[in-house]
Every structure is written in C-alpha cells, then in structure tokens.
C-alpha cells in the first residue's frame, strides 16, 4: 500500500512540477505549505516539513502554556523554466501566535495571528530570437510582507490528523528593483501598481502514522481576493514527515 501511495505522489508532484514550468510568465507569490499542528496540550512539540520536486518547507509549532500556541515556518521555492520562460524563486519566514482548544472528543480548533517577510526573484536568461537577434537577459525582484490570521480546525488521532487550514492575509510588496519587460508591459510599474493585496488560502492536511512519527500530504491553494488574474501560482502541494511529542516534567522524589 505504501509503495503505491509513494510511487502517486511521485507522478503528481511530476504533474506539478511540468505545469509551473510550462507556465512561462513571471510569478510573484506562491502560496506555502500549511502549519496546522492541531495542539492540544501544554509542553507538546510538532517538527516537521514537506517536500517536492520544486519546494521544501520546514514547520515547527509547540505550547509553551496550556491553550497558547506557537508556530514557525520557512519555506523556499525554485521554478525553473524551460527554453524562453521565466524561472522564479521564493524564500518566505513566518511565525505566528494564537490560541487553541479540543471542543469535543477528538476535534480541535486554532487560531493564530501570523507574520511573513519574504522575497522573490524572477529572470529570464539570455537568447537568440527567431531572427537570430540577441535577446540579453532580465530580471526583477522583490521583497513582500504577509500579515494576516489562520485558522485551523480538524480531528486528531493518536495515529494521525485530518484538518484544515484557512488563513487570509494582506500581501505588500516593497523594495522592488530590476527591469524585466514581459508580454510589452514593463513588470517594475506592473508590481509597483499591485503591491497590495489581499489573498484568501484554504489548505487541507491528512497525517497518518505511529503516535510519535507521521507521514504527511498537504494541499494548498490562494485566491487572490483584490486582483483575481494578479501573476501568481494558486496551488501547492507537498509530502513529508512530522515528528510529535511531549515534554514530561519528572517529579521530584519527596
């Protein structure tokens, strides 16, 4: 059963991974994997990460205090591009804080306010034209803040986890430098015209495994509430691993 899960992830993160770089125009923002830890008691500890052929992301989230919750998460991303289009690349840092609680039996609810700086790159290579005119090389990047809410809800096993995610959050684009003309418009004045938006991102998590060590999928998506055609990537996925467990304070004998 879990060759053949494995050997389906593969060929989806494939199927992925050929429909970002057959999509030749410059992408400002790739919505990220996810935190959603679904905490339910102090001193507990989720490490953890997702992977894929053009991403990798590293998650961590604990409880210092019983219903505080505590999340950090990085993330990069290369989409490399084939012949004349474009390649892009993301680096994105996050943190958050919020609270948590178990409503009933097994089914748990978060909620975090979060806090991203990032930066983005995107460059086209040097080419010779149909007329064999010499193209040179371009590029543009930026730097762009994501601050918003998330709110996480789902079942939690002792073996496993199905929850979702949905945050919404205000993205802000500033430091902006380079000059890339793409389609005949100049992609400095395209993103100093939109750099301030708001995105909605569900995503939908399923962990399964042994109580302290968890295999992971994960699916995220964005819409962009303020510019509905804005250049961007609207989804991702990954698979990985999470490691779970509990400081236990030891007693002191009397």
Same mark, same amino acid.
């Given at each position: 059963?879990?060759?053949?899960?494995?050997?389906?992830?593969?060929?989806?993160?494939?199927?992925?991974?050929?429909?970002?770089?057959?999509?030749?125009?410059?992408?400002?923002?790739?919505?990220?994997?996810?935190?959603?830890?679904?905490?339910?008691?102090?001193?507990?500890?989720?490490?953890?990460?997702?992977?894929?052929?053009?991403?990798?992301?590293?998650?961590?989230?604990?409880?210092?205090?019983?219903?505080?919750?505590? *999340?950090? %998460?990085?993330?990069? /991303?290369?989409?490399?591009?084939?012949?004349? !289009?474009?390649?892009?690349?993301?680096? #994105? &840092? @996050?943190?958050?804080?919020?609270?948590?609680?178990?409503?009933?039996?097994?089914?748990?609810?978060?909620?975090?306010?979060?806090?991203?700086?990032?930066?983005?790159?995107?460059?086209?290579?040097?080419?010779?034209?149909?007329?064999?005119?010499?193209?040179?090389?371009?590029?543009?990047?930026?730097?762009?803040?994501?601050?918003?809410?998330?709110?996480?809800?789902?079942?939690?096993?002792?073996?496993?986890?199905?929850?979702?995610?949905?945050?919404?959050? *205000?993205? %802000?684009?500033?430091? /902006?430098?380079?000059?890339?003309?793409?389609? !005949?418009?100049?992609?400095?004045?395209? #993103? &100093? @015209?939109?750099?301030?938006?708001?995105?909605?991102?569900?995503?939908?998590?399923?962990?399964?495994?042994?109580?302290?060590?968890?295999?992971?999928?994960?699916?995220?998506?964005?819409?962009?509430?303020?510019?509905?055609?804005?250049?961007?990537?609207?989804?991702?996925?990954?698979?990985?691993?999470?490691?779970?467990?509990?400081?236990?304070?030891?007693?002191?004998?009397?």
């Amino acid at each position: 059963m879990w060759a053949g899960t494995f050997k389906l992830l593969q060929r989806l993160s494939m199927v992925v991974m050929v429909v970002f770089a057959l999509s030749c125009t410059p992408k400002y923002y790739f919505p990220t994997m996810h935190n959603v830890p679904l905490i339910t008691e102090r001193n507990e500890i989720q490490a953890g990460g997702y992977f894929t052929f053009t991403d990798a992301s590293a998650n961590l989230a604990g409880s210092p205090l019983k219903h505080l919750g505590l *999340q950090v %998460n990085m993330n990069k /991303i290369i989409s490399m591009a084939f012949g004349r !289009g474009v390649t892009s690349v993301q680096s #994105l &840092s @996050e943190a958050g804080i919020g609270f948590y609680t178990m409503v009933h039996k097994e089914f748990v609810i978060e909620s975090y306010l979060v806090s991203a700086i990032g930066n983005s790159k995107n460059a086209i290579s040097a080419y010779y034209d149909d007329n064999n005119t010499y193209i040179p090389g371009s590029s543009i990047s930026t730097s762009f803040r994501k601050n918003g809410a998330q709110l996480n809800f789902g079942f939690k096993y002792p073996t496993g986890i199905i929850g979702i995610g949905l945050k919404i959050t *205000q993205l %802000n684009f500033y430091n /902006i430098q380079g000059a890339l003309t793409y389609g !005949g418009q100049n992609q400095f004045e395209y #993103l &100093s @015209e939109n750099n301030k938006l708001w995105l909605l991102e569900p995503a939908f998590t399923y962990r399964i495994g042994g109580e302290h060590v968890q295999f992971n999928v994960q699916c995220s998506t964005s819409k962009n509430l303020t510019k509905a055609d804005f250049r961007q990537a609207f989804l991702r996925w990954g698979m990985g691993m999470t490691f779970n467990f509990v400081i236990k304070k030891k007693k002191l004998p009397e």
